[in-house]
């Protein structure tokens, strides 16, 4: 069984930043896409951050130059840098796993899931 755990969140005034962390367990996911998304109340799941097994980015165009995705394999875990944050920015943040398809933004394209992390940015 996959478990995806999430950590970082919190509330924070727009200009600051924050870290989240997704950690692993249950079985090696080095050879898999990894991601984050991000649901508002009342709105859909929407793509962040992509990134693949050796480190290859992708981001949607609302975060670009602003977040920064990366992995440790070694540690199994992901981690999503969030700087200049802005009220917009304000969601739960889910952690994804297991996608085969680099480049994808597809919720379903990642069958693995966190409970999610609450972002709340002030203005």
């Known amino acids: 069984q996959v478990q995806l755990v999430e950590s970082g969140g919190g509330l924070v005034q727009a200009g600051g930043s924050l870290r989240l962390s997704c950690a692993a367990s249950g079985r090696t996911f080095s050879n898999y896409v990894r991601g984050w998304f991000r649901q508002a109340p009342g709105k859909e799941r929407d793509f962040v951050a992509g990134?693949?097994?050796?480190?290859?980015?992708y981001y949607a165009d609302s975060v670009k130059g602003r977040f920064t995705i990366s992995r440790d394999n070694t540690k199994n875990t992901v981690y999503l840098q969030m700087n200049s944050l802005k009220p917009e920015d304000t969601a739960v943040y889910y952690c994804a796993a297991d996608s085969a398809t680099w480049g994808t933004r597809q919720v379903d394209d990642f069958p693995s899931w966190g409970q999610g992390t609450q972002v709340t940015v002030s203005s």
């Open positions: 990134i693949s097994y050796n480190g290859v980015a």
